[in-house]
């Protein structure tokens, strides 16, 4: 175990997300797998762009859930996509609150689905909020020692 303190915070931040049910903790090791010395922020970067890319597609989703001609493929697919983009960095919390919606959709009641959103996009700011600072510090903490292999 590592005796640096920051190190040791580090850990065990990371080990709330999965404790509180956040994050699953084999999709966020294999996505740090993917990181190497050339892109060792990859992790970072994945959840920079899903903490854009998801609030815009719920933004597009609660429009065309306002709009009685939008149609069911549209918000199918909205749906569809941000279940898509959860699953993707292992947000297990916020796929259990995107099947309630699409739950709802399937049963045709568009404002249950509207209603079922509303703790997603709650979730999803506590998650950025407590992922911002992980990543800080792990910036801060810099790249992790590893021994080189003997040759």
């Known amino acids: 175990m590592?005796?640096?303190?920051?190190?040791?915070?580090?850990a065990a931040m990371k080990q709330s997300f999965f404790d509180e049910g956040f994050l699953s903790a084999t999709?966020?090791?294999?996505?740090?797998?993917?990181?190497?010395?050339?892109?060792p922020s990859f992790v970072e970067e994945v959840?920079?762009?899903?903490?854009k890319d998801t609030p815009r597609l719920l933004s597009v989703?609660?429009?065309?859930?306002?709009?009685?001609?939008?149609g069911h493929r549209t918000v199918d697919r909205?749906?569809?996509?941000?279940?898509?983009?959860?699953?993707?960095v292992g947000a297990i919390k916020l796929n259990d609150e995107v099947d309630k919606a699409i739950e709802h959709f399937e049963a045709?009641?568009?404002?249950?689905?509207?209603?079922?959103l509303q703790p997603l996009k709650v979730d999803i700011d506590i998650l950025k909020d407590k992922l911002v600072p992980y990543f800080q510090m792990?910036?801060?903490a810099g790249p992790f020692e590893t021994a080189d292999r003997p040759k």
């Open 138 to 140: 792990l910036r801060q």
């Open 78 to 88: 909205l749906l569809n996509h941000i279940k898509s983009s959860i699953l993707s």
């Open 2 to 10: 590592e005796n640096n303190p920051l190190r040791q915070q580090l």
């Open 47 to 51: 959840f920079t762009v899903f903490f």
């Open 108 to 116: 045709g009641d568009m404002q249950l689905t509207k209603a079922a």
């Open 61 to 70: 989703l609660d429009e065309a859930l306002d709009n009685p001609k939008c």
């Open 27 to 39: 999709q966020f090791e294999q996505l740090e797998q993917l990181k190497d010395h050339n892109h």
